[in-house]
């Protein structure tokens, strides 16, 4: 059987978790413990991110003539990556956040939405929250006006009332 025969399906793997993907981003996970590798692990996971280690030639062949493609000038020395499909915001948000704990982890970059950033970018995503908290947050501050219209209108009714019954 030919190496490339035994390549295929992992570089087809790799090419199905990126089909779809609204965002990848690359870390170089040397010098973390098997406890803050866990930790990790479990977090992108509960985000449905999925994070992977996988030879640098098995990502450059799935990436090549796609929009991760400008991923390619990361791909040195160990890596891992961390694609989500669901939240383009999610790796970054995760991986960002889990690099201030455990300074072993390195970002190298990123590709959001078909844009490619470097760690600096990735870091500046990474302060976005994500579509749930944003809707969350918008749905509060349509909420409120609202309510404290209705506080008002309740007022005046009580106040109309207790005028009516003098």
Do not use: H
Not at 58 to 76: P, Y
Not at 102 to 114: D, N, R, S, T, Y
């Amino acid at each position: 059987m030919a190496k490339i025969e035994l390549k295929q399906p992992v570089v087809e793997e790799i090419k199905a978790q990126l089909d779809g993907a609204q965002s990848a981003v690359l870390v170089d996970y040397r010098g973390l413990t098997v406890e803050q590798d866990t930790k990790l692990r479990r977090a992108l996971r509960e985000a449905d991110v999925t994070y992977k280690v996988y030879k640098n030639t098995m990502v450059r062949f799935a990436i090549d003539g796609t929009e991760f493609d400008a991923l390619k000038d990361q791909l040195e020395g160990p890596n891992a990556i961390a694609i989500s499909k669901t939240d383009a915001t999610a790796p970054a948000r995760i991986l960002a956040k889990f690099a201030k704990e455990a300074e072993a982890l390195e970002i190298k970059g990123g590709v959001i939405e078909g844009t490619f950033y470097d760690a600096a970018g990735i870091k500046a995503i990474s302060s976005i929250p994500s579509r749930e908290e944003l809707l969350s947050k918008m749905l509060g501050s349509l909420q409120s006006p609202i309510a404290n219209f209705a506080r008002v209108i309740k007022q005046i009714a009580d106040q109309g009332e207790g005028a009516a019954e003098a």
